[in-house]
């Protein structure tokens, strides 16, 4: 029976990561870069993003989804050849392994019963969650692989003491890091974590702590020696600055203006109802001296810094409160099921000396509060299903049918849909640098203004195509109110339009 309720749950996660690829989610803007750096890794040997005046070697959304998920999907093209159902059917992989890895650790501290609880909540909260995550070619999902495998050494270096579990812990603690950036807030973490053992815990002793807090350096400095040697002494410089800009509007930002917005997403997604209480539960129960104590205050303290960070320092896009969703949910399971034992216990969850009346008050508030909960949680799971049906999206594919068909070769077309490269590898595209993405969304997100406007009238191009990035942002609406360009056709949220005029110019060997 075991077995089978096993093969169950990795075949209802197979069909959630794989059912209708790659049509939902829609592949997007940083799908793209992605996508796009792993092509030209496999290519032409070069960790760069391209566009017609040639390759932008290290470019900043290189970093952001870092060599764990653009080296495993150059790998794939390599083997399989170049395709963004082939980069999809790889995240799979990593769905089922995510989610496998957040049920065994989940169990190391409650067990199955409770950890089924949490994985159910995994995958059902918040809609733009595990699931929608999870079937991307981004990083998060891949981190948060190598973060969860690190924290079982982690783990298993508190019960053993064993040097070879710090040194593992740490490698899988810098990985997540090199792939997406975000973790950063890791090494904060484990300064507190490590110092709560130190001086409280004694679980883990300072030469495996201190081991630990290496492997992640050397991750780190790994990465940035390859990138060095990549760009040379002047060029690594500018790399760094471009690094500091892009993350003082993304991950750096501290605008007091989205704080409220940040809060209320965590409000109504759930995170109060799903996340809250087994966090609270966790750091009670940390307060004893035991491998799992600190196993509990760890997860806590990661949860809490990362939380602070996207409420008061991110740009507060949804997607960078999923790594503490996550992690938090490891211990709902566990939480519910205490919040369900009590309430059959006439509410001794809150004390044992109540009166009966009120005894059976909070019973009833216990069981209603779980019932209501699971009923959300079940709502979202089907609303996932559902999606993966209804929300399927062709567009992508058919506009780049018709651009492999009609687009003349030699001719260079101007985008802003760099998930459109990999669907039409024989055209020539010019994309407009990463500043702009970061002038953009300080202006989108901050209403920040500037004073520059992006023309891209230097390069001469062909074509314009305006799609769902370009449209949000509004970057070449100055270029088309001016006459340049007719339009030729438009197949769901992409416009291609044929460039005519430079300015008050026709343009060269135009009709």
């Given at each position: 029976?075991?077995?089978?309720?096993?093969?169950?749950?990795?075949?209802?996660?197979?069909?959630?990561?794989?059912?209708?690829?790659?049509?939902?989610?829609?592949?997007?803007?940083?799908?793209?870069?992605?996508?796009?750096?792993?092509?030209?890794?496999?290519?032409?040997?070069?960790?760069?993003?391209?566009?017609?005046?040639?390759f932008r070697v290290l470019d900043q959304p290189l970093i952001a989804n870092g060599p764990g998920i653009v080296l495993p999907?150059?790998?794939?093209?390599?083997?399989?050849?170049?395709?963004?159902?082939?980069?999809?059917?790889?995240?799979?992989?990593?769905?089922?392994?995510?989610?496998?890895?957040?049920?065994?650790?989940?169990?190391?501290?409650?067990?199955?019963?409770?950890?089924?609880?949490?994985?159910?909540?995994?995958?059902?909260?918040?809609?733009?969650?595990?699931?929608?995550?999870?079937?991307?070619?981004?990083?998060?999902?891949?981190?948060?692989?190598?973060?969860?495998?690190?924290?079982?050494?982690?783990?298993?270096?508190?019960?053993?003491?064993?040097?070879?579990?710090?040194?593992?812990?740490?490698?899988?603690?810098?990985?997540?890091?090199?792939?997406?950036?975000?973790?950063?807030?890791?090494?904060?973490?484990?300064?507190?974590?490590?110092?709560?053992?130190?001086?409280?815990?004694?679980?883990?002793?300072?030469?495996?702590?201190?081991?630990?807090?290496?492997?992640?350096?050397?991750?780190?400095?790994?990465?940035?020696?390859?990138?060095?040697?990549?760009?040379?002494?002047?060029?690594?410089?500018?790399?760094?600055?471009?690094?500091?800009?892009?993350?003082?509007?993304?991950?750096?930002?501290?605008?007091?203006?989205?704080?409220?917005?940040?809060?209320?997403?965590?409000?109504?997604?759930?995170?109060?109802?799903?996340?809250?209480?087994?966090?609270?539960?966790?750091?009670?129960?940390?307060?004893?001296?035991?491998?799992?104590?600190?196993?509990?205050?760890?997860?806590?303290?990661?949860?809490?810094?990362?939380?602070?960070?996207?409420?008061?320092?991110?740009?507060?896009?949804?997607?960078?409160?999923?790594?503490?969703?996550?992690?938090?949910?490891?211990?709902?399971?566990?939480?519910?099921?205490?919040?369900?034992?009590?309430?059959?216990?006439?509410?001794?969850?809150?004390?044992?000396?109540?009166?009966?009346?009120?005894?059976?008050?909070?019973?009833?508030?216990?069981?209603?509060?779980?019932?209501?909960?699971?009923?959300?949680?079940?709502?979202?799971?089907?609303?996932?299903?559902?999606?993966?049906?209804?929300?399927?999206?062709?567009?992508?594919?058919?506009?780049?049918?018709?651009?492999?068909?009609?687009?003349?070769?030699?001719?260079?077309?101007?985008?802003?849909?760099?998930?459109?490269?990999?669907?039409?590898?024989?055209l020539a595209y010019h994309h407009p640098t990463n500043d702009w993405v970061d002038r953009e969304t300080a202006r989108i997100?901050?209403?920040?203004?500037?004073?520059?406007?992006?023309?891209?009238?230097?390069?001469?191009?062909?074509?314009?195509?305006?799609?769902?990035?370009?449209?949000?942002?509004?970057?070449?609406?100055?270029?088309?109110?001016?006459?340049?360009?007719?339009?030729?056709?438009?197949?769901?949220?992409?416009?291609?339009?044929?460039?005519?005029?430079?300015?008050?110019?026709?343009?060269?060997?135009?009709?």
């Amino acid at each position: 029976m075991r077995w089978f309720i096993t093969a169950l749950g990795i075949s209802l996660l197979v069909f959630l990561g794989s059912y209708n690829q790659p049509y939902y989610p829609v592949t997007w803007f940083d799908e793209g870069l992605t996508l796009q750096g792993a092509l030209n890794l496999g290519q032409y040997d070069q960790y760069a993003m391209r566009s017609v005046e040639g390759f932008r070697v290290l470019d900043q959304p290189l970093i952001a989804n870092g060599p764990g998920i653009v080296l495993p999907v150059a790998a794939v093209f390599e083997v399989f050849g170049p395709g963004l159902i082939q980069a999809r059917f790889l995240m799979v992989f990593y769905f089922v392994a995510t989610a496998l890895t957040f049920f065994w650790l989940s169990s190391r501290f409650s067990g199955a019963i409770s950890a089924t609880l949490s994985t159910f909540f995994l995958l059902g909260i918040p809609d733009e969650g595990f699931v929608f995550l999870g079937r991307q070619v981004l990083g998060n999902v891949p981190a948060l692989l190598y973060f969860f495998l690190g924290f079982l050494l982690f783990l298993e270096l508190g019960r053993t003491q064993r040097f070879r579990y710090a040194v593992g812990a740490g490698i899988l603690f810098g990985l997540a890091l090199v792939t997406k950036g975000q973790y950063w807030i890791l090494i904060v973490a484990l300064g507190v974590i490590l110092a709560a053992d130190l001086t409280y815990y004694k679980q883990i002793g300072l030469l495996h702590a201190l081991t630990v807090l290496l492997g992640v350096f050397i991750c780190l400095l790994a990465w940035s020696i390859v990138q060095y040697l990549l760009l040379g002494a002047d060029r690594f410089t500018e790399h760094l600055s471009a690094i500091r800009s892009s993350a003082n509007v993304t991950v750096f930002a501290f605008r007091a203006a989205r704080i409220p917005g940040n809060l209320w997403y965590l409000i109504r997604s759930g995170f109060l109802v799903f996340v809250f209480p087994g966090l609270a539960l966790a750091a009670w129960d940390s307060r004893h001296r035991t491998p799992l104590g600190l196993g509990r205050f760890s997860l806590v303290v990661f949860v809490f810094l990362w939380l602070s960070w996207y409420v008061f320092g991110s740009v507060g896009w949804h997607r960078y409160a999923f790594e503490a969703y996550s992690a938090g949910l490891i211990f709902s399971g566990e939480a519910y099921l205490r919040i369900f034992s009590a309430g059959f216990s006439h509410g001794e969850l809150f004390s044992k000396s109540n009166p009966k009346k009120r005894s059976f008050l909070n019973a009833g508030l216990l069981l209603t509060f779980f019932l209501i909960s699971l009923s959300w949680a079940g709502k979202g799971l089907l609303g996932q299903v559902q999606r993966l049906n209804e929300n399927a999206d062709t567009s992508p594919q058919m506009f780049s049918e018709y651009l492999n068909k009609k687009i003349a070769e030699g001719s260079v077309i101007e985008s802003w849909e760099w998930e459109i490269d990999l669907l039409t590898p024989e055209l020539a595209y010019h994309h407009p640098t990463n500043d702009w993405v970061d002038r953009e969304t300080a202006r989108i997100q901050f209403g920040e203004r500037s004073d520059a406007m992006y023309d891209p009238s230097a390069i001469h191009p062909d074509y314009l195509i305006v799609g769902p990035f370009a449209k949000w942002t509004g970057i070449y609406s100055n270029f088309l109110s001016s006459g340049c360009c007719i339009h030729v056709t438009t197949v769901g949220k992409y416009s291609l339009y044929e460039v005519m005029y430079i300015g008050n110019h026709p343009k060269e060997n135009s009709p």
